[in-house]
């Protein structure tokens, strides 16, 4: 039998900043003290989220890439410095000793994350040599940003986001950003590129990466989702892939657990076990209120309410073990082999 969450590492590969800025707006100064409360009831160890990125509503609907997404991670870092004061068991994880050892510890860390290169692209026509172009890259590390994506959804300096046609490759740009996060320390995720800038990706890194958002395309065909090909090759890279409970990219028309299980499954038997992950559960109460995404709870059955969190990943690891995980399998994929990345990646103390 299964054992309890606690007895797991839970590691959200994905979360958007919209819950957060959406209270901020509505007047709310330390937004992440009132979703602090959840994450610690469902014991999440690790929540890679998203502040700032290509997209305006990464940057809580600035149209200034750098500025807004300066906005948001000074919005974010002011709350955990908050929290902190105050004693709550809270972290942003900087090297490899902030990772967790053991999954009950109460200790709820982020891995901060810029989801697209637009932020600290604007030196790329400057004329200056790439060294130099990179130093918005360098200034976000320094504060405390260790995850990025090269793109977003559309176009960018560093390559093509997946709504562009497919057959482009990453810019000599983009190729010297990957190469230099993964020089600093920053995990690098392959989501939201089109089908040739992954395969480029992949060739040009250096060490593994994660793809924290994308299904398996031959369970549901959409161009998001990773080819069996593609799954192999991230194993072949020693990554991980995060599968996302996401309507549109499991079950256009449903979205149970049992759909999400049918990505985890396919996934896990093409890939490995060693490079299978979580991406995002859902929306819980909490998110649905502020943010929307009702069409994304986490349903068990037909008809069903939504589970919150907590529920959710208790339910999640009760019907992996129905669906013949061993309990080492089980760890693996709820955060264990996100952990094994960044013990790769992230810099030393």
């Not at 790329?124 to 060294?131: F, V």
């Not at 089908?195 to 161009?223: F, G, M, Q, W």
């Not at 068990?300 to 399998?329: K, N, Q, W």
């Amino acid at each position: 039998m299964p054992k309890g969450v606690a007895d797991y590492f839970l590691v959200e590969g994905h979360r958007d900043n919209f819950e957060l800025t959406a209270r901020r707006r509505k007047g709310d100064n330390r937004p992440l003290a009132a979703w602090l409360p959840r994450l610690q009831r469902a014991q999440i160890n690790v929540s890679i989220i998203a502040v700032g990125g290509d997209g305006i509503h990464h940057r809580d609907g600035s149209d200034r890439p750098l500025v807004g997404s300066l906005d948001v991670l000074d919005m974010f870092l002011s709350d955990v410095e908050a929290l902190r004061a105050k004693g709550e068991p809270v972290q942003v994880i900087l090297t490899k000793d902030d990772l967790p050892t053991r999954p009950d510890d109460s200790v709820v860390r982020f891995v901060l994350e810029i989801e697209g290169g637009r932020p600290f692209q604007e030196d790329y026509s400057s004329g200056k040599r790439m060294h130099e172009k990179l130093a918005l890259l360098r200034m976000f590390f320094r504060l405390g940003i260790r995850s990025i994506h090269l793109t977003h959804n559309g176009r960018n300096e560093l390559g093509d986001g997946g709504n562009e046609a497919d057959g482009g490759h990453l810019s000599r740009f983009g190729v010297a950003v990957l190469k230099e996060a993964q020089q600093l320390g920053m995990n690098v995720s392959l989501a939201h590129l089109t089908d040739s800038c992954i395969a480029h990706a992949l060739e040009v890194a250096e060490k593994a990466v994660t793809a924290t958002h994308d299904n398996a395309r031959a369970v549901y065909p959409h161009p998001r989702n990773f080819a069996d090909e593609q799954l192999q090759a991230m194993a072949r890279n020693g990554g991980v892939v995060g599968i996302h409970f996401l309507r549109m990219m499991c079950n256009p028309e449903q979205l149970l657990l049992d759909d999400y299980l049918d990505h985890v499954v396919h996934a896990t038997d093409v890939a490995g076990h060693e490079h299978v992950g979580i991406g995002w559960l859902g929306s819980d109460a909490g998110f649905r209120e502020f943010a929307g995404s009702h069409s994304n709870s986490f349903i068990v059955e037909s008809g069903g309410e939504p589970l919150e969190m907590r529920e959710a990943y208790e339910t999640l690891i009760d019907r992996l073990a129905g669906r013949g995980f061993s309990d080492e399998e089980i760890d693996a994929f709820t955060g264990g082999n996100y952990l094994r990345v960044f013990r790769e990646v992230l810099p030393a103390a």
